[in-house]
């Protein structure tokens, strides 16, 4: 693995706190690395499903079933992108939670 994909990977990753739907995006239609593809549509398509879900817990916080999802989420949200930079930089293969269908 060359050390741009690995960077790219990494971009894509950290991309969860300043860009987290652009930057993927953008990163999916430029790169020719079938791996740096994967991740980048693995990265956009766990952003747009988080989002959902913190949202539905957010909603559901009002009657107090929600909070335990939500911070679940919100844990899983800031982990996991953090997982794939640290396995990024070891060059180790990272699947997204929930996404592992997308290959």
């Known amino acids: 693995m060359d050390s741009q994909s690995s960077g ?3 971009l894509v990753h950290a991309s969860t706190w300043f860009a987290p739907v652009l930057l993927p995006l953008i990163v999916y239609f430029l790169s020719s ?5 994967r991740i980048s549509l693995q990265a956009l398509i766990f952003h747009f499903l988080m989002g959902i879900l913190i949202g539905i817990s957010v909603f559901f916080s ?9 911070i679940v989420f919100g844990v899983i949200y800031l982990v996991a992108p953090i997982i794939g930079i640290i396995r990024a ?6 699947q ?6 997308i290959k």
């Open 8 to 10: 790219l990977k990494i």
């Open 33 to 37: 690395n079938s791996d740096v593809k």
């Open 62 to 70: 009002f009657i107090l079933v929600g909070l335990p999802f939500l």
């Open 89 to 94: 930089t070891q060059n180790r293969h990272f």
């Open 96 to 101: 997204y939670p929930f996404l592992g269908f």
